[in-house]
């Protein structure tokens, strides 16, 4: 099964700074990764979509780069409300999820 | 505005059978090509992919939990149901059930339910 490993686990950031999130895969998914911003005590929220097509709704500071084995998250200026944990998802053979990236204040 | 709910046991003796259900609201769980999955995550811990399965029954399953998972859907209810097996401490987390975009059962969750934790103890 295909492994995904974010890094960092947390990540200490201030509003306004601009924040990236790295996600490897064991082995390629093509563009077949989503990302997912998780706020404690509820359901995750979709926010990328195929590595990088944001989805409806989801503000434009938020971005998603990458192809094959390597990608990131981006908010090019971190607002209060991004203040959560972050999950990558890779779709390509079943699915599975990375570990987790906590950003939190500094 | 569709919308998810999990109900069941919040209790379940270890070697006991899990069993879940989701209520869909807002939209007909037949419209569509959608897949309707559950995701499971421990206290403390990142989410796990457990299954999905369409309006017409065909299934998708995480590998490591097949032989354990019984996923099914009835659409007459706009319902559809997780069954884990034998379970144990390690089956301990919130389960969330979730629908996928259009495509295939292991595609992006776009809306879920808010969860429910279920605990395996005797």
């Known amino acids: 099964d295909i492994q995904m490993t974010q890094s960092p686990s947390t990540l200490s950031a201030l509003v306004g700074d601009r924040v990236t999130i790295t996600c490897r895969a064991s082995?390629?998914?093509?563009?077949?990764l989503a990302w997912y911003q998780q706020k404690p005590g509820k359901a995750p929220k979709l926010l990328i979509r195929?590595?990088?097509s944001l989805e409806s709704g989801v503000p434009s500071r938020f971005s998603g780069s990458g192809s094959g084995t390597e990608f990131t998250l981006t908010i090019s200026s971190l607002q209060s409300d991004d203040f959560a944990t972050y999950y990558c998802?890779?779709?390509?053979?079943?699915?599975?999820f990375g570990q987790g990236t906590k950003v939190e204040i500094k | 505005q569709l919308q998810l709910r999990e109900s069941g046991p919040g209790l379940v003796k270890p070697s006991e059978t899990l069993s879940l259900t989701c209520t869909v609201s807002?939209?007909?769980?037949?419209?569509?090509?959608?897949?309707w999955g559950w995701i499971r995550q421990p206290p403390g811990k990142g989410l796990e992919w457990i299954a999905s399965?369409?309006?017409?029954?065909?299934?998708s399953h995480d590998p490591s939990l097949k032989s354990r998972v019984t996923i099914s859907v009835d659409t007459s209810r706009n319902q559809f149901s997780l069954k884990l097996s034998s379970v144990t401490a390690a089956d301990t987390a919130v389960y969330y059930c979730?629908?996928?975009?259009?495509?295939?059962?292991?595609?992006?969750?776009?809306?879920w339910g808010q969860g429910t934790l279920v605990t395996v103890s005797s």
């Open positions: 399965i369409s309006y017409s029954g065909r299934t």
């Open positions: 195929k590595a990088s």
């Open positions: 082995e390629s998914v093509a563009s077949w």
């Open positions: 998802q890779q779709y390509s053979s079943f699915s599975t």
């Open positions: 979730a629908k996928t975009l259009i495509g295939r059962g292991n595609f992006p969750l776009d809306y």
């Open positions: 807002g939209d007909s769980i037949s419209s569509r090509n959608y897949y």
